[in-house]
């Protein structure tokens, strides 16, 4: 009698659904959730990208934002424009994130042969 349960159990088919779910689920969510992390790393990236490049023009062509009376003046105006670029984009930069290295005018000259 009990050789008979037991073939009686392993013919059942009530819960192959749920022990399939309960196998697929785990790596079909990780796909999922890798998916949208690695597209939020791909966003970050490029919103740093941008700040860096708005930034650096900032300084370069001394735009109001980081200029005071037509000449680079301050790097607390340009940490602050900096910031303000980021958070336009969604990501908080604190002020010790942000490292300026403006570069003289004479180096930044470059030589060519003649």
Do not use: H, M, N
């Given at each position: 009698m009990r050789f008979g349960a037991l073939q009686i159990l392993g013919q059942a088919q009530g819960g192959t659904s749920a022990i399939e779910f309960a196998l697929v689920a785990p790596a079909?969510?990780?796909?999922?959730?890798?998916?949208?992390?690695?597209?939020r790393l791909l966003w970050t990236e490029q919103a740093l990208q941008e700040t860096a490049i708005a930034g650096a023009r900032c300084m370069a062509i001394l735009q109001s934002g980081c200029t005071a009376g037509g000449r680079y003046y301050s790097s607390s105006n340009t940490t602050s424009?900096?910031?303000?670029?980021?958070?336009?984009w969604g990501v908080t930069l604190?002020?010790?994130?942000?490292?300026?290295?403006?570069?003289?005018?004479?180096?930044?000259?470059?030589?060519?042969?003649?």
């Open positions: 079909f969510l990780a796909l999922l959730f890798g998916t949208v992390e690695f597209g424009y900096v910031q303000q670029v980021a958070s336009q604190q002020s010790g994130d942000i490292q300026l290295t403006p570069t003289p005018p004479a180096a930044a000259q470059l030589a060519f042969p003649r």
